[in-house]
């Protein structure tokens, strides 16, 4: 592919484009992930807020087709192993396996220097304990796929939860500032501006979090589907191949898989407004009115 991987990824779900779309802005996305965002709101580019001079965006060819010839490349990649039973260093069976190196080994590398000392097992007996340790290793993979998944799906409803914040943040902001003299507004529109900073902070915090559980998703996938395989494969091949494919199980590094650190402070705007904004005016306080807020999700 003449293309990095990233730019072939669609910038609100973070997977690889999906029937891509070409805005006037020269932005691409997903058709079905720009419809949903332009159900929700203005008919704007997500990425520049431009707004689109069309109610339908023209397909984008040239992308759609570099995608596809990357999703087809995938498909059709594979572990390739050597199906070869013999010690490729002195012809013989391979008939034992080292314990400390994780690999098969013939009855004169057993005798060699390399491996005098260390411990060996029969292939057979090995075999059955490596399947029980990968099967292990499988299951708390996919309890850890599951998880990820989870958060995946409620990342939509929380983009739709940070917009209703933002939404009644303002209102509430607004329907304080109401109350207090026309010499207020300056501090008024500091206060909204505030709130839609924090807003474009949390989105993009966000959307960085979704394109970190995609990543973590696809890994995952493509590691337990290693493993499936070399679970399905004759014991010497899935011998010559364990030590790989058990580096490649513990080497996942998860990430956070909480996202409630993302919303809105609410409390941070609203708390106390009155109270700070009235200081300003010659101390005309009204205790009654303070309110607390407090983020829900």
């Not at 013939?106 to 029980?132: Q, R, T």
């Not at 474009?200 to 979704?210: C, D, S, T, Y």
Request: overall charge negative; charged content about 30%; aromatic content about 4%.
């Amino acid at each position: 592919m003449s293309l990095p991987e990233e730019d072939l990824t669609c910038p609100i779900c973070c997977d690889i484009f999906t029937d891509p779309v070409l805005l006037a802005c020269s932005h691409s996305f997903c058709r079905s992930c720009l419809r949903r965002c332009w159900d929700n709101g203005l008919r704007e580019c997500p990425v520049c807020r431009k707004r689109a001079s069309k109610s339908s965006a023209p397909s984008n060819l040239a992308l759609k087709n570099v995608c596809e010839a990357l999703l087809e490349v995938r498909r059709q990649s594979s572990v390739v192993v050597e199906d070869n039973t013999n010690c490729s260093l002195h012809g013989e069976k391979l008939k034992l396996f080292c314990l400390v190196d994780k690999q098969p080994i013939c009855v004169v590398c057993h005798s060699s220097k390399l491996h005098k000392s260390h411990d060996c097992s029969p292939i057979e007996e090995a075999a059955l304990d490596c399947k029980d340790e990968l099967s292990v290793s499988l299951k708390s993979l996919q309890e850890n796929l599951e998880s990820l998944k989870r958060i995946q799906e409620t990342s939509a409803d929380t983009f739709k939860f940070i917009k209703t914040q933002a939404l009644e943040t303002q209102k509430l902001i607004k329907g304080q500032f109401e109350q207090l003299h026309q010499a207020l507004d300056q501090e008024e529109s500091a206060r909204i501006a505030a709130v839609k900073k924090e807003e474009e902070e949390r989105i993009a915090a966000l959307k960085a979090k979704i394109k970190e559980l995609s990543a973590e998703v696809l890994n995952l996938t493509e590691i337990i589907s290693i493993i499936q395989e070399q679970l399905k494969e004759e014991d010497m091949v899935l011998m010559k191949n364990f030590k790989d494919t058990q580096e490649r199980g513990k080497s996942v590094a998860l990430g956070s898989d909480s996202i409630s650190g993302i919303l809105i402070d609410v409390t941070k705007h609203v708390d106390n407004l009155k109270y700070r904004v009235w200081e300003e005016l010659l101390g005309q306080i009204d205790y009654s009115e303070y309110i607390h807020y407090v983020n829900f999700l």
